[in-house]
């Protein structure tokens, strides 16, 4: 089992920009399909934007479009959401997650098909 551990959350003004990192270890990172989910206040987890085990493949939330850029660094064996243009209603508890896959291009949308997460970190974007 893969293990993760987030970092770089924090508080922002609106408008400007986080990183987040996902550190992983554990089983070989690069057959993991890796995601980012977030969590609001008195609401449901969230699905933000998710990368192929090759990297090749990314997709977003409608909502973040444009202002978030996910990667993935295999040699350190973390992933990483660049968040750009932040708004008030982006701040929620960011998790990473992993989900094993054979397919290089495959990615997920669903937190079911992520069988790994991390503990959150927190981003408050103040208005």
């Known amino acids: 089992q893969v293990q993760l551990v987030e970092s770089g959350g924090g508080l922002v003004q609106a408008g400007g920009s986080l990183k987040l990192s996902c550190a992983t270890s554990?089983?070989?990172?690069?057959?993991?399909?890796l995601g980012w989910f977030r969590q609001a206040p008195g609401k449901g987890r969230e699905f933000v934007s998710t990368?192929?085990?090759?990297?090749?493949?990314?997709y977003y939330a409608d909502s973040v479009k444009g202002r978030f850029t996910i990667s993935r660094d295999d040699a350190a064996n973390t992933v990483y959401l660049q968040m750009n243009s932040l708004k008030p209603e982006d701040t929620a508890v960011y998790y990473c997650?992993?989900?094993?896959?054979?397919?290089?291009?495959?990615?997920?949308?669903?937190?079911?098909?992520?069988?790994?997460w991390g503990q959150g970190t927190q981003v408050t974007v103040s208005s």
């Open positions: 997650a992993a989900g094993r896959t054979y397919y290089s291009s495959n990615y997920y949308s669903g937190e079911n098909e992520y069988t790994a």
């Open positions: 554990g089983r070989t990172f690069s057959r993991y399909v």
């Open positions: 990368i192929s085990w090759s990297g090749s493949s990314t």
